[in-house]
């Protein structure tokens, strides 16, 4: 499979990696035409401002909303998510609006506040290892989107969704890229497999 990663900024290299000691072509989305060509897209974490105007000012977010529109699977991390958000609870900034949950930036908090944890994700046997850096949650989850995986807010709010699913779209507030586990990426590969 041609996996594309949204090369604008952030930790994309990191995804292209995993994608390719799984067997598969991982290429940097930069423009339309190399959008055009991939079957699957990752859109990595870093800073999802920043992101959404990159991919403004390149002319991606139409042609990104129309590749998922009919059918392409993508994969949302940390700030990945929030870009594939419908809104956040601050300020607006550029979202492509095609995951129906609505996302609270940094909501664990600081740099360093960081932290890792072991979540049982639906569909997964083992737990997963994820790393949260200044992770986001998602505060408000729409009816089509499944719940895979959760984490407790460390202060005492509850649980809050961090892995959700939408038809073909899957988002995690951590980032699956900096362990060794690629069970996520391998679920993204059979999702453009299937189509």
């Avoid at 959404?52 to 940390?78: F, H, K, N, Q, S």
Wanted: hydrophobic share 45%; charged share 25%; glycine share 12%.
């Amino acid at each position: 499979m041609k996996v594309g990663t949204l090369a604008l900024q952030g930790d994309f290299r990191e995804h292209l990696a995993v994608v390719e000691g799984l067997g598969h072509d991982g290429f940097e989305i930069r423009t339309p035409d190399e959008l055009a060509r991939v079957d699957a897209l990752i859109i990595p974490g870093g800073e999802s401002t920043t992101i959404g105007r990159l991919a403004t000012i390149y002319g991606l977010m139409d042609p990104i909303r129309e590749r998922i529109a009919a059918g392409m699977p993508v994969l949302g991390t940390c700030a990945g998510m929030i870009f594939l958000a419908s809104g956040t609870t601050g300020v607006d900034q550029p979202q492509l609006g095609v995951l129906d949950v609505i996302v609270e930036r940094n909501a664990f908090g600081r740099q360093v506040e960081s932290f890792e944890a072991d979540l049982r994700v639906v569909g997964l046997a083992e737990p997963m290892r994820a790393v949260f850096i200044r992770a986001p949650w998602i505060a408000k989850v729409g009816g089509d989107v499944e719940v895979l995986a959760t984490v407790v807010d460390p202060g005492g709010g509850g649980d809050h969704p961090v892995v959700v699913r939408q038809d073909r779209i899957l988002a995690t507030s951590f980032h699956p890229e900096l362990t060794d586990d690629d069970r996520l990426h391998a679920i993204l590969i059979d999702l453009a497999e299937e189509r």
